[in-house]
């Protein structure tokens, strides 16, 4: 099991940036891929973006390409999320989340097994 913190979001305005960091605590992070995902009030949890064991394989929801990235530092045990001209509709609480043994340079959009508590974004119009 990998258990997972985020921090790094805030209050930020339309066209801003803000970059969003989750450790992982446990053996297993370099062996886990990794995600990010967002809830928007009112709205089911979707995903946003995954990185690979490796970090040679990436993969976005259309909505952020070109605008967030996701990157991940294995000795310190910890995955990014750069996110770049931030607008309204990007609100949301986002999460990260841990797939441990996931081979080693594929990538999903489900099937996470550990989960962080949130970390709230907001961005005004």
């Known amino acids: 099991q990998v258990q997972l913190v985020e921090s790094g979001g805030g209050l930020v305005q339309a066209g801003g940036s803000l970059r969003l960091s989750c450790e992982a605590s446990?053996?297993?992070?370099?062996?886990?891929?990794m995600g990010w995902f967002r809830r928007a009030p009112g709205k089911v949890r979707e995903f946003v973006a995954a990185i690979s064991r490796t970090g040679a394989t990436t993969d976005y929801t259309d909505s952020v390409k070109g605008r967030f990235t996701i990157s991940r530092d294995n000795t310190k045990n910890t995955v990014y999320l750069q996110m770049n001209g931030l607008k309204p509709e990007d609100t949301a609480v986002y999460y990260c989340?841990?797939?441990?043994?996931?081979?080693?340079?594929?990538?999903?959009?489900?099937?996470?097994?550990?989960w962080g508590q949130g970390t709230q974004v907001t961005v005004s119009a």
């Open positions: 989340a841990a797939k441990p043994g996931f081979p080693g340079r594929a990538v999903a959009r489900s099937g996470y097994d550990d």
């Open positions: 446990g053996r297993t992070f370099s062996v886990s891929m």
